[in-house]
């Protein structure tokens, strides 16, 4: 079983910069995709960014740009480094791990930037 834990959500004016962490516990494989996705209210979930096996990433084209995701295999972490933040990031984050069929869910974290 794998479980994900999100940290580093809050509040924040426009421009700024948040980081956020996800660590992940269980049977976790270097070919297991990890990433983020966010949701606003009244919107569909969205991909923000993954970070797949041998290191390519992909992003949502709203954040190409001003996010970068990485990841740390030791530790079983990916972080999303979100930077330039605009009113329209704000959302819930998840932090994602796909494995073959399966699909993994953190709690998910809010992002708010407002002035």
């Known amino acids: 079983q794998v479980q994900l834990v999100e940290s580093g959500g809050g509040l924040v004016q426009p421009g700024g910069s948040l980081r956020l962490s996800c660590g992940a516990s269980g049977s976790i494989f270097s070919t297991d995709v990890m990433g983020w996705y966010r949701q606003a209210p009244g919107k569909q979930r969205e991909l923000v960014a993954e970070?797949?096996?041998?290191?390519?990433?992909n992003y949502g084209d709203s954040v190409k740009g001003r996010f970068t995701i990485s990841r740390d295999y030791a530790k079983n972490t990916v972080s999303l480094q979100m930077n330039s933040l605009k009113p329209e990031d704000t959302a819930v984050y998840y932090c994602?791990?796909?494995?073959?069929?399966?699909?993994?869910w953190g709690q998910g974290t809010q992002v708010t930037v407002s002035s």
């Open positions: 994602t791990l796909v494995r073959r069929r399966d699909t993994y």
């Open positions: 970070y797949m096996f041998g290191g390519s990433t």
